[in-house]
């Protein structure tokens, strides 16, 4: 790592904000073509995983399938899934690898159009560059709905961000909102610790962790679904605001959805709908078709690796096909809680992210705060975004997706610099 | 799916309701719609609502004719059953919302419709509005709604019709949702 000691403007053609696996692969192809640049990193290397992410999580891809330009797994696990200390590792064994030029504890604190492309202000001095690549990740702040202000100050609010392990939490029953890969995840965790759980489900997307024997990420990566561009979707818009599969790194592969859930004993309600007042807790009555379009959706995907299997000779050498039981759903879940009985100790919001951008500077955000880009290519000449959901593929926001898009994207680049060169 | 061609045509005018769709994408205010009833009392338990005028593109707009409901109470209940019960004009908003959307869904997922029928059910234990039991609440307990229905498509392509339209509808999400009601006297 670099240490910087002047304070005065350094120039430099290009700056990658961000040192995770979207930044450093970004600055792997920018050194393959010769582009001078420094990665900006507000903390160490892989920041986010050493600070935001709850102890037990594991990678909810299997460890074949991170790969990197110029970096991959040699280990003898290929289907396992990496622990947060492995995730952690690998990505720093890549900084290394790659000899990528990070500052580290070096946080941008606005990034201005100048005459000849962007002035970044950070902690540590100033940069004049040419072109920006924004790697700083789509996850930075946790969404929580608005109602959350009314929970009733006796019970603990964590989200999915904050949260650690069930040891941060009083006995008695803990409400985890949000039934993606996150929640899912923490509700199980929180179970097993022996504390009641109420799990409430809006939109989630079920998805098998084996398929036909396989990983079902090794499926969507030999049947091209991970490589799906976002000019070939009908709907691009709807497509980035998707939640995640609801997948997790299970150490023994289990599928970890709604059945397994209820199963164990975990009470599945509806999307968590209001807070009043009075801290009661309305939970929506849509839970049967949220789960139904789950399955459907989960139905089509399967549709469409069984006719890849069949189409390029698979059956064979695959398990034969199935289906998943549909989602169980109670005949009358309960709508609703009163949060101030005492039966609630804590709430997790695992409701998802979104990216921070307040240190952005330049006109790119739409009304709702969300970058405007063409495949990662931003709205203002010279800027550039890598790591965030269906950027350019389905698969942008893995680690796997990276290596492409940096590819693509250091490319552009590169043109947009000879095009402009003085 | 209709055959690789052929265009089903379920009355539905969906280049008009993408392009809506669009527009108001670029013009949030516009999107902004205000919907009115008006009611009045006759007799007994009997009332007359109308339903005229309502609020959107950025302007006052009028339906084609002015469309009138009597309600009313049945004789069960010793009233004169002038008109369906309040509780069953909910079974035919959530209906009507849902089977308009299974049209406009199939048709812009190229899926011709030959004929849709739905029957709702509510379920209500009346000790709750007659205040008999606390513990009860004065709607629904539940509704059940069943959609025969025959097109051109698979069977889980008819099912993700009627998920995709209860995802998208207005008056399920009201029935499903909670919703602040203010009701003021003049």
């Not at chain 1, 890598?386 to 990276?402: E, H, N, V, W, Y």
Request: with cysteine.
């Amino acid at each position: 790592m670099h240490q910087i000691e002047t304070t005065s403007i350094r120039t430099v053609t290009s700056v990658v904000i961000g040192a995770g696996h979207a930044g450093l692969a970004m600055s792997r192809c920018l050194c393959d073509r010769s582009i001078d640049h420094v990665v900006l990193e507000r903390g160490e290397i892989a920041h986010t995983w050493r600070t935001e992410r709850w102890d037990s999580l594991r990678l909810l891809t299997p460890n074949w399938q991170s790969r990197l330009p110029g970096f991959s797994y040699n280990g003898d696990d290929p289907d396992g899934y990496r622990s947060v200390a492995e995730v952690i590792e690998f990505i720093a064994s890549y900084a290394k690898a790659i000899s990528a030029p990070v500052l580290t504890h070096t946080t941008v604190t606005s990034v201005r159009s100048t005459e000849t492309g962007y002035l970044v202000r950070t902690d540590q001095g100033d940069w004049l560059c040419r072109t920006v690549v924004v790697a700083s990740g789509a996850c930075n702040v946790a969404v929580v709905p608005g109602f959350a202000s009314k929970v009733p100050r006796s019970i603990k609010q964590l989200t999915a961000q904050d949260y650690r392990n069930p040891e941060q939490l009083a006995d008695g029953g803990v409400l985890v909102v949000g039934a993606s890969s996150s929640g899912v995840q923490i509700a199980h965790e929180i179970h097993r610790s022996g504390r009641p759980v109420i799990l409430s489900v809006g939109e989630h997307i079920r998805a098998p962790r084996v398929y036909r024997g396989k990983d079902l990420e090794w499926w969507m990566d030999a049947a091209g679904v991970l490589d799906e561009r976002y000019d070939e979707v009908d709907d691009i818009a709807r497509a980035r605001r998707v939640a995640s599969l609801q997948l997790a790194g299970t150490p023994d592969r289990s599928t970890l959805d709604i059945n397994a859930l209820s199963e164990i004993g975990v009470t599945v309600v509806g999307r968590l709908g209001s807070i009043g007042e009075n801290g009661k807790a309305q939970f929506s009555g849509s839970l049967r078709n949220m789960c139904a379009l789950s399955d459907l959706k989960m139905g089509r995907l399967l549709d469409r690796i069984d006719e890849w299997a069949q189409r390029n000779g698979f059956d064979a050498r695959a398990n034969p096909p199935h289906r998943l039981p549909p989602t169980r759903v109670e005949p009358a879940p309960p709508l609703g809680m009163d949060l101030a009985s005492g039966e609630i100790k804590a709430i997790i919001w695992a409701t998802g992210y979104r990216p921070d951008y307040s240190w952005l500077g330049v006109p790119v955000l739409d009304r709702k705060g969300r970058l405007r880009h063409d495949g990662g290519v931003v709205s203002s000449p010279g800027m550039y975004l890598m790591g965030t959901q269906f950027m350019r593929r389905r698969k942008s926001a893995l680690i796997d997706g990276a290596g492409d898009d940096a590819r693509e994207l250091s490319d552009h680049l590169a043109s947009y610099l000879r095009q402009n060169s003085a | 799916m209709a055959d690789a061609g052929s265009i089903a045509n379920n009355g539905v005018n969906v280049a008009a309701l993408i392009a809506a769709r669009e527009a108001l994408t670029d013009t949030p205010a516009a999107a902004q719609f205000k919907w009115r009833a008006a009611c009045e009392w006759k007799d007994g338990t009997h009332s007359h609502s109308t339903v005229e005028g309502f609020y959107g593109l950025g302007q006052e707009q009028h339906h084609r004719r002015t469309f009138t409901f009597d309600a009313d109470h049945p004789e069960v209940f010793a009233s004169e059953d002038k008109g369906a019960t309040p509780v069953e004009y909910v079974l035919v908003g959530l209906a009507s919302c849902l089977t308009a959307g299974i049209a406009a869904v199939a048709q812009h997922r190229n899926i011709q419709l030959r004929s849709v029928t739905a029957t709702l059910e509510g379920d209500m234990d009346l000790q709750g509005i007659l205040g008999i039991d606390d513990d009860v609440r004065n709607g629904f307990g539940g509704i059940k709604v069943t959609y025969k229905i025959d097109a051109d498509a698979k069977r889980e392509d008819i099912e993700a019709l009627v998920a995709q339209s209860q995802k998208r509808s207005a008056v399920y999400d009201i029935v499903t949702n909670p919703t602040n009601v203010t009701v003021v006297v003049d």
